[in-house]
C-alpha cells in the first residue's frame, strides 16, 4: 500500500531518516517536502520513531491534475474516499492540508466536494480553516479530527495531484515537553534539538534491536535522551564534569515523566582525547555526537581567525576518531557533525577528511547513503547541512563507518 510522509523543515535528513526506519530505497514520489513509498508495515511507528517527520497517512487516490479540475471528477474521488470510511457521529469536523501551490479556487472547490458529498450520506460537517497550508496537529488534536472526522493531505507532485488521508501526526506536546521542560538547559554549550538529535540517531542505525550507542560529547544530554526514547541501549560521556551531572538530572527528569530509564553508571567524566577503559574496546555499534565546536562567536570570523580555531578543532576530531576506532566495533557508524562557520561572508568547511580518513574510516557521503538525495538542497559532497540563517556556526552532519 502506498504511503506518505510530510517533512518539517529538513527536507534531506528527514528523506535519509526516513530511507533507515523503512528500508525501502525506492520512493515513488518525492520532495523536500514529502515522500511517498510502497510500505506494507504501520506507518504511524515509523512517524513515532522519526524526528523529521510531521504528518503520515495513506495514500488513496493519484490522478493527472489537470483532470481533477473539473468538479464532477473531484466529486467522484471524494465520494470513493467516502464510501470507505464509516463515521461514529452525524457531525463531524474535517480539514484539508496542501503541499505544493494551490490557488483559492482549488481549495474551495475540493472544500466544497467533501461538504457536498457528506451531506449526501446524511453527515454534516465543519470545515477546519486553514491558516497555514498544513495544519497544525493542535487544531486537529483539539477538534478531535483523527478520532472523529477526516483530514486529507493534497500533495502536487509534477502533473500528478495526490490524495491521502493522515493516520497520524507528530505529537507536538511531547516533543516541546522533551525540549523545553527539561531541568538543565545548558545553552552555553549550545543545545542540540530533541529532533536533530533524534535524526542522527536514525541515521546510526543498522538494523539491530538495542544497539550500544555512545555520545562522547555529551552535554546535558539531548542525544541520550532521544535514544533512549528509542530503546537504543544508551551511553554517554563528557569531559566536564557539570556537563555529567546536567545529562544525569536530565535523564532522571526525563524517566519520571516517560519511563525510559538509563543506568547512571553508563554516563561518566571522560576525555575524548584519551582511552577509554578496556572494557569499551569493540564493544560500541554507534557514536552519535554534537561535540564542541569551538568557543561562541558572536560575529563572523575572518578567514585567520578560521584558520587558528580550525586547527585547534581537527586536533580534537582528529584524537576524537583515534578513540572512536578502538572503542567501535567492525563496521560501526560515527554520525558526527562539524562546524560549518561563517567566515567573511560565506559558511567555512573544516577540512577533516585527511586527517579522519586515515584512521580505519570511510564516509557515506548523502549521495551514496541515498542516490535521489543528490537532487536536495541542504546537502554538501560529504554530509547534511543543518542550521537557520542568522547563526554563526551551522553544523554539517557527517556519517562515516569503521573499516
Ligand atoms: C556542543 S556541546 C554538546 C551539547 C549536547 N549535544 C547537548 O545538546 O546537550 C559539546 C560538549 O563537548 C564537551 N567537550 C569538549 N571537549 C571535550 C573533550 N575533549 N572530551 C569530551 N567532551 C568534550 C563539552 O564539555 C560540551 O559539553
Known sequence: MQKFFLFGNSGALSIAEIYKLTNIEKFLYFSEKFAVLDFSKDEREILRDSGGTIKAGKVFEIQKFSKVLSQNFLREIVKNFLSSKSFKKKKINFGVSFVGNFDSNFKRKIKESIKFELSEIGIKSRFLENKTDILATATLKFNKILEEGFEIVLIKSGENLIFGETTENQDIDRWSKKDFERPERDTTHGLLQPKIARIMLNLSRKNLKNPKILDPSCGSGTILQEGLDLNFDMFGSDIDSKSV??????????????????????????????????KFENFFDAIVSEP??????????????????????????????????????????????????????????????????GKNFKMIPPQNFLPILSRFRGITERGFVFGKNDQFVQREIVVFEKL
Not at 585567520?304 to 557508524?333: A, Q
Open 245 to 278: 551531572e546536567f545529562s544525569k538530572k536530565n535523564l532522571l527528569w526525563f524517566f519520571k515523566e516517560f519511563d525510559k530509564k538509563i543506568d547512571e553508571t553508563k554516563i561518566f567524566v571522560q576525555d575524548i582525547k584519551r582511552d577509554f577503559d578496556k
Open 292 to 357: 564542541f565546536m569551538g568557543s561562541q562567536i558572536s560575529k563572523e570570523l575572518t578567514f585567520k581567525n578560521f584558520l587558528t580555531r580550525s586547527k585547534e578543532l581537527i586536533f580534537l576530531y582528529s584524537k576524537s576518531f583515534e578513540t572512536f576506532s578502538k572503542i567501535l566495533k567492525r563496521g560501526g557508524v560515527v554520525v558526527f557533525a562539524f562546524p560549518l562557520t561563517l567566515t567573511e561572508g560565506r559558511y567555512k568547511k573544516l577540512n577533516f577528511e585527511s586527517k579522519i580518513l
